[in-house]
């Protein structure tokens, strides 16, 4: 295990500050709902803090990585904004050495969803969605469903991405839309 000030400084060699600051506000709201929701607060803030950790790998790595070690291959026709969960957890546990699998899969998950959150993961997915600097009505409205209910917060936040995504005729990944097709089902 890293100290926190370990994790930071390998943290500014990847990110910029901007990014660095979103990470550790999605760390402090993920520790407020891991209390709110009896999750392991622990957990919680690290994958917070470490979730878009591989945001800014440049895409010829990401594509090293995903032919190298096999992933799936519709994996090349996305981009960063799809690879920095699924492929990033790569580069985290090489480069930080984080290996608890509970965090790697929040981490994972936290872009796309997953059909089978679990309330780990679904903090993260929302804890990204809800931090202080967050500002648009949809974001506040997820925000105040997360009083309540992570489910809740959590279709919001799919809602809100698949809309967008269908906007402006982005390919949507298929996991995208089996998480929502599992939420809708789950909150029927
Ligand atoms: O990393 P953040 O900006 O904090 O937030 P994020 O990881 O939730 O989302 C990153 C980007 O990924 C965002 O611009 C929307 C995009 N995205 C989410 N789902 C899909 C997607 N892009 C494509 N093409 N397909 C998806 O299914
Ligand atoms: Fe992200
Ligand atoms: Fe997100
Ligand atoms: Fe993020």
Same mark, same amino acid.
């Given at each position: 295990?890293?100290?926190?000030?370990? /994790?930071?400084?390998?943290m500014?060699?990847?990110?910029?500050?901007?990014r660095f600051?979103?990470c550790?506000?999605?760390?402090?709201?993920?520790?407020?709902?891991?209390k709110?929701?009896?999750?392991?607060? *622990?957990?919680? &803030? /690290?994958?917070?803090?470490?979730? *878009?950790?591989?945001?800014?790998?440049?895409?010829?790595?990401?594509?090293? $990585?995903?032919?190298?070690?096999?992933?799936?291959?519709?994996?090349?026709q996305?981009?960063? &904004?799809?690879w920095?969960g699924?492929v990033?957890?790569?580069?985290?546990q090489k480069?930080?050495?984080v290996?608890?699998?509970?965090?790697l899969?929040?981490i994972?998950?936290?872009?796309?969803g997953?059909?089978?959150?679990?309330?780990?993961?679904?903090?993260?997915f929302?804890a *990204?969605?809800?931090?202080?600097?967050?500002?648009?009505? $949809?974001?506040?409205?997820?925000?105040?469903?997360?009083e309540?209910?992570?489910?809740?917060?959590?279709?919001?936040e799919?809602?809100?991405?698949?809309?967008?995504?269908?906007?402006?005729?982005?390919? $949507?990944?298929?996991?995208?839309?089996?998480?929502?097709?599992?939420?809708?089902?789950?909150l029927?």
């Open positions: 295990g890293h100290t926190r000030k370990q /994790l930071i400084a390998l500014h060699k990847r990110l910029d500050q901007s600051d979103h550790v506000r999605v760390e402090e709201t993920s520790r407020k709902l891991a709110r929701f009896g999750v392991n607060v *622990d957990e919680a &803030g /690290l994958a917070g803090l470490l979730h *878009d950790y591989a945001k800014q790998v440049e895409p010829v790595d990401f594509k090293a $990585v995903i032919k190298q070690q096999g992933l799936d291959p519709a994996l090349l996305y981009n960063r &904004g799809i920095h699924l990033g957890v790569w580069f985290i480069e930080v050495g290996s608890d699998p509970a965090v899969q929040a994972k998950r936290h872009t796309t997953d059909p089978h959150m679990t309330d780990l993961d679904m903090i993260t929302v *990204d969605f809800i931090e202080p600097e967050r500002k648009l009505a $949809v974001q506040a409205e997820a925000r105040q469903a997360a309540k209910s992570l489910t809740a917060a959590s279709l919001v799919l809602q809100s991405t698949l809309t967008y995504l269908v906007e402006k005729k982005a390919r $949507v990944y298929p996991l995208t839309l089996a998480s929502y097709n599992s939420l809708i089902t789950t029927k």
